[in-house]
Structure formats: C-alpha cells, structure tokens
C-alpha cells in the first residue's frame, strides 16, 4: 500500500503521501530510482521500536 502511494505522488495522483520508515528505507535500498521524484517534507521523532501502524477506530491499548 506504501509502495503505491510512493508512485502517486510523481505520477500527480497525490501530493503527499505517509510512508512509515521501513517501507521508505527498503525501496532507498533496493529502488532509489522509485523515489528521485519524492521528498520528505517531515519525520516523526524517532522511537525504541518499530512503528506500529493500525485503523484509525482502534483503541489505544495500556501499556503492559
């Protein structure tokens, strides 16, 4: 889904897309040539972990 948001943008289908950190890293590493057209416009803090990416109507779970 990320991959084809990517392509949206300089196809003119959107002009901006959310793309999490790991899915934008591996298309740099394995297709740069996806994203010569594309720039970040701003990150979200880095973490400990991965990002966690859920439906909008999930409720947020206590921390264990």
Sequence with gaps: MHRASI???PSG???VASIDCITY???QR???Q???RVRILAETPK???LPF???VRQ???ENR
């Design 30 to 32: 394995f297709e740069p």
């Design 53 to 55: 990416i859920t439906h």
């Design 47 to 49: 973490g400990p972990g």
């Design 59 to 61: 409720k947020p779970q």
């Design 7 to 9: 392509e949206a943008i």
């Design 34 to 36: 996806r994203l010569e």
């Design 25 to 27: 890293g591996n298309i």
């Design 13 to 15: 289908q959107a002009a």
